[in-house]
């Protein structure tokens, strides 16, 4: 088990509402990373948060947003859901921001949410 | 755009047996390449990870194969047991922070 938790587990929204997940990355690790899994796809990665400030982001819109908090948590925003919002997303620390230097990433087991 | 294409989809094999499972990239400006393991209801797991200027990598019963001219990597899966049902991922990660998945791959192995 990795100590990176997230909340909730299940959510269930209808579309047009807003939506916040929670993450609590792992013990000393700096940055978190967000992705979205759709059924029987590999995760997208969303953006990225290190030390509160945005260090990369994918291929999703400004609907999707987030924070860092100064302990190293983190939240997911979507505004304005919509039925394809349907996914499980997972958060993922690290002890960096820099990947090709080889820092593991430790997902969390994710929060499923569904949109109505 | 599919930037990294994984097969197969799904994979049977027996206990004992090697699975292999592959990945093909198109970007060049990915420089780092991990395999994920992720059982139901858990988050993906790091289980190997390779760079561009290694060829394989071994650890334990698993490997990671690297061709970096044809723009393809795969997992081996030596002495394959049930304990390694389970999906597996591979990604590919760029310096710029942004990384790419593959769809997995159902990996079921029979006792």
């Known amino acids: 088990e990795t100590g990176v938790t997230q909340s909730p587990t299940h959510l269930i929204k209808t579309r047009g509402q807003q939506v916040t997940l929670r993450c609590s990355s792992q013990?000393?690790?700096?940055?978190v990373s967000w992705y979205q899994q759709a059924l029987g796809q590999g995760p997208q990665f969303i953006f990225q948060?290190?030390?509160?400030?945005?260090?990369g982001r994918g291929n999703f819109p400004p609907r999707f947003s987030g924070l860092q908090f100064p302990n190293y948590s983190s939240e997911l925003n979507v505004n304005a859901l919509e039925l394809d919002d349907s996914a499980l997303y997972l958060c993922?620390?690290?002890?960096?921001?820099?990947?090709?230097?080889?820092?593991?990433?430790?997902f969390g087991p994710g929060t499923r949410l569904l949109v109505l | 755009q599919q930037q990294v294409k994984q097969s197969p989809q799904s994979l049977i094999v027996q206990k004992g047996g090697i699975s292999i499972i592959n990945c093909a990239y198109e970007?060049?400006?990915?420089?780092?390449f991990p395999w994920y393991q992720q059982f139901p209801g858990k988050g993906p797991a790091l289980l190997i990870a390779?760079?561009?200027?290694?060829s394989e990598k071994k650890e334990g019963r698993f490997t990671i194969s690297f061709n970096k001219s044809a723009k393809q990597f795969s997992l081996h899966i030596m002495d394959s047991q049930p304990g390694d049902s389970a999906t597996y991922f591979c990604?590919?990660?760029?310096?710029?922070?942004?990384?790419?998945f593959g769809d997995g791959t159902t990996l079921t192995v029979k006792p």
């Open positions: 948060y290190y030390r509160e400030e945005e260090n």
């Open positions: 990604a590919a990660y760029t310096n710029a922070g942004k990384s790419t």
């Open positions: 970007n060049t400006a990915f420089d780092y």
């Open positions: 993922a620390s690290s002890l960096g921001p820099d990947r090709r230097g080889g820092e593991t990433q430790y």
């Open positions: 013990s000393g690790h700096n940055t």
């Open positions: 390779i760079r561009p200027d290694v």
